[in-house]
T-cell receptor, first 113, second 117 residues
Framework: DQQVKQNSPSLSVQEGRISILNCDYT??????FLWYKKYPAEGPTFLIS?????DKNEDGRFTVFLNKSAKHLSLHIVPSQPGDSAVYFC????????????FGKGTKLTVNP | GAGVSQTPSNKVTEKGKYVELRCDPI?????LYWYRQSLGQGPEFLIY????????DSGLPNDRFFAVRPEGSVSTLKIQRTERGDSAVYLC???????????????FGPGTRLLVL
């Protein structure tokens, strides 16, 4: 039973355009969400996070939106750059002291020059 | 060295052998996590340490897997009688641990790629 789902295995966009990566979750106990970027042969690198008390968090070109009623979050990258090409993982953490992160399967983003 | 480091970066072993994987967390981080990532999957939680103690080991798949963190810093993941299905990338992460690890960013190391032949 996959609690965090990234239904698009891959996404391709043109340089300068917006990239939108989506993530759905099923467990209403999740209250903290993170996005990680992963290059081949490297560990995941933290990008941005959002707490369930917010519906938006922005950091430079990266914005995460959270829709709690729909149990959906998305990562927007504007403008997209070729260096953004990587696998993006959505992760969630439960309230109440369970510190482990539950990850989706990832979406491979390719930004074409 | 500011980040999480893991050694070895690659490990090839034969079925039935014993392996140890090491993780050196970010200095000052009291929370340490082990995850395992198989091909085409996201990382899956194995075990979480707060200081020297294992606060949550619910992700360890069976009793062949064991992890220690005797001094609250470096951790070792130990796998006995390795099986081909254990082949994966083993990732270590750390966080400050101020709130027990809750709502804290976890920073990952580069991983150890384990191949069991």
């Amino acid at each position: 039973d996959q609690q965090v789902k990234q239904n698009s295995p891959s996404l391709s966009v043109q340089e300068g355009r917006i990239s939108i990566l989506n993530c759905d979750y099923t467990n209403s106990m999740f209250d903290y969400f993170l996005w990680y970027k992963k290059y081949p042969a490297e560990g995941p690198t933290f990008l941005i996070s959002i707490s369930s008390i917010k519906d938006k968090n922005e950091d430079g070109r990266f914005t995460v939106f959270l829709n709690k009623s729909a149990k959906h979050l998305s990562l927007h990258i504007v403008p997209s750059q070729p260096g953004d090409s990587a696998v993006y993982f959505c992760a969630a953490q439960k309230q109440g002291g369970s510190e482990k992160l539950v990850f989706g399967k990832g979406t491979k983003l390719t930004v074409n020059p | 060295g500011a980040g999480v480091s893991q050694t070895p970066s690659n490990k090839v072993t034969e079925k039935g052998k014993y392996v140890e994987l090491r993780c050196d967390p970010i200095s000052g981080h009291t929370a340490l996590y082990w995850y395992r990532q198989s091909l085409g999957q996201g990382p899956e939680f194995l075990i979480y340490f707060q200081g020297t103690g294992a606060a949550d080991d619910s992700g360890l798949p069976n009793d062949r897997f064991f992890a220690v963190r005797p001094e609250g810093s470096v951790s070792t993941l130990k796998i006995q009688r390795t099986e081909r299905g254990d082949s994966a990338v083993y990732l270590c992460a750390s966080s400050l641990g101020l709130s027990g690890g809750n709502q804290e960013t976890q920073y990952f190391g580069p991983g150890t790629r384990l191949l069991v032949l």
